[in-house]
């Protein structure tokens, strides 16, 4: 398995930014993908995730109610969205899709994606 992430960027607190994660190769409807990041000095966090087959969805109450995950399956390939929306200088970090047989261990990773909100 592939992952492919992109979207990051510089946004003003407040704005909108969508995070893209395409996985390629050997993706189950079982499989989990989700989005971590990782401020600088701070713990990574797990932010958002999503079943790729059922579609259900988990968010942080960091990002809960201002946040959106979406997942479209092709062939042999799964992108993942995730749709952040009133965003603030602590969302500030480096975002990291990963995809995983269960919520507990994410055995593939992307390269991370910069996020920074300025104030």
């Known amino acids: 398995v592939q992952l492919q992430a992109s979207g990051g960027g510089l946004v003003q607190a407040g704005g909108s930014l969508r995070l893209s994660c395409t996985a390629s190769?050997?993706?189950?409807?079982?499989?989990?993908m989700v989005w971590f990041r990782q401020a600088l000095g701070k713990e990574r966090e797990l932010v958002a995730g999503i079943t790729v087959g059922t579609g259900g969805t988990y968010y942080a109450n960091s990002v809960q109610g201002r946040s959106f995950i979406s997942r479209d399956s092709a062939k042999n390939t799964v992108t993942m969205d995730l749709q952040m929306n009133s965003l603030k200088p602590e969302d500030t970090a480096v975002y990291y899709c990963?995809?995983?047989?269960?919520?507990?261990?994410?055995?593939?990773w992307g390269q991370g994606t910069l996020v920074t909100v300025s104030s």
């Open positions: 990963a995809v995983g047989s269960n919520w507990v261990k994410f055995d593939y």
């Open positions: 190769g050997r993706i189950f409807d079982t499989h989990i």
